[in-house]
T-cell receptor, first 115, second 113 residues
Framework: SAVISQKPSRDICQRGTSLTIQCQVD?????MFWYRQQPGQSLTLIAT?????????ESGFVIDKFPISRPNLTFSTLTVSNMSPEDSSIYLC????????????FGEGSWLTVV | GDSVTQMEGPVTLSEEAFLTINCTYT??????LFWYVQYPGEGLQLLLK?????DKGSNKGFEATYRKETTSFHLEKGSVQVSDSAVYFC????????????FGKGTTLSVSS
């Protein structure tokens, strides 16, 4: 299984600022995924991050608000831009492990509170 | 499109009670099915999975069987503990590499002693 590290684990952010979340994987993976989990809700896919190409965003999410970088096969960042209280969520990085039936593993999440 | 439907929570049980959390899915083809668990204040952990019809996934006393005929993947445990209190998510993904998960809404389980 893949080991995924996310930073920061928690943060309190001021309205209008931006925060970049880092995701580091202990092995090379082709695709990484970013999810959002709003308080008391399920997980919603924000985008799929491919190395060497633009991320693919799901409906309701745009690059200007959630820019993603994927500079290599073990690392990705998600930026939450111009934050508002509605962005208070857990943001989770995940990767697919094709050696185990495409099982998807998650980092521990970045818990953001916007005040 | 593909979707996952879980029973509404919260589910409240006494210790040692039998647990069932229902999960049904709608999908084309033959997806893989998963249960993830989220303990209070923590991230998501894979609990168990099944990749084809009639497979049974099991872990930590939890079991779920992939039922193609009823498009279901119900989670069961014979005797729950207080430490099982968490949110449980049913999810599916297609077996192509790099396919993201589709989640159900989650079911909160609360076990009291």
């Amino acid at each position: 299984s893949a080991v995924i590290s996310q930073k920061p684990s928690r943060d309190i952010c001021q309205r209008g600022t931006s925060l970049t979340i880092q995701c580091q994987v202990d092995s090379q993976v082709t695709m990484m995924f970013w999810y959002r989990q709003q308080p008391g809700q399920s997980l919603t896919l924000i985008a799929t991050a491919n190395q060497g190409s633009e991320a693919t965003y799901e409906s309701g999410f745009v690059i200007d608000k959630f820019p993603i970088s994927r500079p290599n096969l073990t690392f990705s960042t998600l930026t939450v831009s111009n934050m508002s209280p509605e962005d208070s969520s857990i943001y989770l990085c995940s990767v697919g492990d094709t050696s185990s039936g495409n099982t998807i593993y998650f980092g521990e999440g970045s818990w953001l509170t916007v005040v | 499109g593909d979707s996952v439907t879980q029973m509404e929570g919260p589910v409240t049980l006494s210790e040692e009670a039998f647990l069932t959390i229902n999960c049904t899915y709608t999908a084309t083809g033959y997806p893989s099915l998963f249960w993830y668990v989220q303990y209070p204040g923590e991230g998501l952990q894979l609990l168990l999975k099944a990749t084809k019809a009639d497979d049974k996934g099991s872990n930590k006393g939890f079991e779920a069987t992939y039922r193609k005929e009823t498009t279901s993947f119900h989670l069961e445990k014979g005797s729950v503990q207080v430490s099982d209190s968490a949110v449980y998510f049913c999810a599916l993904s297609h077996n192509q590499a790099g396919t993201a998960l589709i989640f159900g809404k989650g079911t909160t389980l609360s076990v009291s002693s």
